[in-house]
């Protein structure tokens, strides 16, 4: 069927009863129609017909039209009976006029970063000690050719319609990035393996030549103990009271060996100064300077570690054989459940470890748990951790040794010790240390106990009561400085523990005198008489 007339050919009308536009065929010029709209008839003449400007493509100036042929009418023409006497060229390809997709632009992006990082690594890759020290000039050329060449190819399907620049282009980069490696070539050069070992080998000095004179002379040259005599030499010239030791650390395992470098400093109070020195088969010598313990109280120090194989006294080393299982924590289950019967088994084994956060949780399970077995083991390693400095929980190791504790003294004593440290440093007592040497009856902390209740009488005020009548005597000398709430507080411990002595200081209160200080004195000496008659 023949198509319909172009828009360019169609007479646009107006309806002049009502207005309506119409689009009409040539041959309809002359003739009567009648209006959709309206229903009125009229004769298309001059009259009716609209006239406007004729637009041309060739007289815009947007080169989006460009991509547009021509309206060919040939099809018009013979439709209307016509001659054609124009004829245009075939329409262009429409993926010609399409926009260039995503997918294209990021390949093009991809092709050309390849290329240029490898250009990067292959220039500053080739320095001394670089990623590519070492490698063969043909290695790296056939690294630049792979890069270049994904990268052209991805160039070229980027440019459908440039294909020929986009080669040009890849082409050159190409060149750029397979010249690179014949301008860089420091460590193109590939070191033979048996030429390192012969250099190796040549290092070390013969056996022949190591003196018989000296039975360690094996041994120091097996374990490298150079730095270890130069920190001793150094110690010497400056004078100084320290002494320096040296730990072998066998078989001791590269991520583990920060948690030793801790645990060490920790324990012995060692400078800062002392470093690891890695050694052939995956040991370790540790130079420990200046720790608090001789050469033999650092061997039950490193027993955390592992097996102590060897003391050698004439060399200030410890050979120690790492266990590094023990630095893995065991299943969460079996911890946490106390129910199941590994569970004090495994938490002893964590307070014994080297990881100071493995301890803590150790102690925090511990301390609400019932104490059924390894009581003693558990309470002794408690109390040994409670005399470490650098612990920041002391007070969940004193909430645990208040139920694990069998017998009082070492435990009550070592939380004697840590309270008197800390208040010498001014720091927060917690107050869970405070509880255990009271359930244990240690008078030795009045005098520490007292000046805490004295700063804050309502947080220590039932501590010091449990104490009961050995805090008579203290708390009468303080009586005449206090005031306020802390002489409530001495009214009432008063009451509660005092004999004849504090009775005569209640009833020699007369200054101060309030409603609430009358009732607290009155309850006091009717407490105190109580006591007194029975």
Request: charged share 30%; net charge positive; aromatic share 6%.
């Given at each position: 069927m023949p198509s319909h007339p172009p828009d360019d050919v169609l007479l646009l009308i107006r309806c002049p009863s009502c207005g309506q536009r119409f689009k009409v065929g040539e041959e309809?010029?002359?003739?009567?129609?009648?209006?959709?709209?309206?229903?009125?008839?009229?004769?298309?003449?001059?009259?009716?017909?609209?006239?406007?400007?004729?637009?041309?493509?060739?007289?815009?100036?947007?080169?989006?039209?460009?991509?547009?042929?021509?309206v060919p009418l040939a099809i018009a023409a013979a439709a209307m009976g016509q001659k054609p006497s124009v004829r245009y060229g075939e329409a262009p390809d429409p993926v010609l006029l399409e926009p260039t997709s995503p997918l294209r632009i990021l390949a093009g992006l991809v092709g050309v970063a390849g290329m240029l990082l490898m250009a990067l690594l292959l220039m500053f890759g080739a320095s001394s000690g670089g990623a590519l020290d070492g490698m063969a000039l043909e290695n790296r050329l056939v690294m630049g050719g792979f890069a270049a060449l994904v990268g052209t190819a991805l160039l070229i399907y980027a440019n459908p319609r440039a294909r020929i620049?986009?080669?040009?282009?890849?082409l050159l980069?190409?060149?750029?990035?397979?010249?690179?490696?014949?301008?860089?070539?420091?460590?193109?050069?590939?070191?033979?393996?048996e030429d390192s070992l012969a250099r190796l080998t040549a290092m070390?000095?013969?056996?022949?030549?190591?003196?018989?004179?000296?039975?360690?002379?094996?041994?120091?040259?097996?374990?490298?103990?150079?730095?270890?005599?130069?920190e001793i030499k150094r110690l010497e010239t400056e004078g100084s009271d320290k002494h320096a030791v040296g730990l072998w650390l066998r078989g001791l395992s590269e991520m583990n060996r920060f948690l030793v470098r801790d645990y060490i400093f920790r324990v012995t109070g060692a400078d800062p100064t002392s470093h690891f020195y890695p050694r052939d088969g995956g040991d370790f010598l540790m130079v420990v300077v200046g720790p608090k313990q001789s050469l033999e109280e650092m061997a039950d120090v490193t027993a955390?570690?592992?097996?102590?194989?060897?003391?050698?006294?004439?060399?200030?080393?410890?050979?120690?054989?790492?266990?590094?299982?023990?630095?893995?924590?065991?299943?969460?289950?079996?911890?946490?459940?106390?129910?199941?019967?590994?569970?004090?088994?495994?938490?002893?084994?964590?307070?014994?470890?080297?990881?100071?956060?493995?301890?803590?949780?150790?102690?925090q399970r511990l301390a609400e748990a019932e104490p059924k077995i390894y009581r003693n083991d558990i309470t002794r390693k408690l109390t040994s951790l409670l005399k470490e400095d650098g612990i920041d929980f002391k007070g969940n190791i004193c909430r645990a040794l208040s139920s694990w504790s069998e017998f009082p003294g070492p435990a009550g004593n070592a939380a004697l010790e840590a309270v008197q440290q800390l208040m010498e440093k001014q720091a927060v007592v917690p107050r869970e240390m405070v509880a255990l040497i009271v359930k244990e009856r240690n008078i030795a902390v009045i005098p520490?106990?007292?000046?805490?209740?004295?700063?804050?009488?309502?947080?220590?005020?039932?501590?010091?009561?449990?104490?009961?009548?050995?805090?008579?005597?203290?708390?009468?000398?303080?009586?005449?400085?206090?005031?306020?709430?802390?002489?409530?507080?001495?009214?009432?411990?008063?009451?509660?523990?005092?004999?004849?002595?504090?009775?005569?200081?209640?009833?020699?209160?007369?200054?101060?005198?309030?409603?609430?200080?009358?009732?607290?004195?009155?309850?006091?000496?009717?407490?105190?008489?109580?006591?007194?008659?029975?």
């Open positions: 309809l010029r002359d003739k009567t129609v009648e209006c959709g709209g309206c229903e009125h008839r009229f004769r298309i003449s001059g009259e009716v017909i609209l006239r406007g400007p004729r637009i041309y493509p060739g007289e815009r100036h947007d080169p989006a039209l460009n991509r547009f042929q021509r620049k986009a080669l040009s282009a890849g980069l190409t060149a750029g990035v397979i010249t690179i490696p014949f301008v860089f070539t420091v460590g193109s050069k590939t070191v033979e393996r070390k000095p013969p056996v022949a030549e190591i003196p018989k004179s000296d039975p360690n002379a094996v041994l120091r040259a097996r374990v490298g103990t150079d730095p270890l005599v130069k955390a570690l592992g097996h102590t194989e060897k003391i050698y006294p004439e060399l200030s080393v410890i050979e120690v054989r790492v266990n590094n299982e023990n630095f893995t924590e065991g299943p969460i289950e079996k911890l946490t459940k106390k129910e199941d019967p590994a569970f004090y088994d495994l938490n002893k084994r964590e307070l014994e470890c080297i990881d100071i956060e493995r301890v803590k949780r150790a102690v520490y106990l007292d000046q805490l209740w004295f700063n804050d009488a309502t947080a220590w005020e039932t501590l010091y009561g449990d104490l009961g009548q050995p805090i008579e005597a203290t708390v009468i000398q303080r009586f005449p400085k206090t005031e306020g709430p802390v002489r409530y507080s001495a009214v009432r411990l008063l009451g509660k523990v005092g004999g004849r002595d504090s009775l005569a200081v209640l009833e020699n209160v007369t200054t101060g005198l309030n409603p609430e200080l009358k009732v607290l004195l009155e309850q006091a000496q009717k407490a105190v008489h109580e006591r007194l008659a029975r």
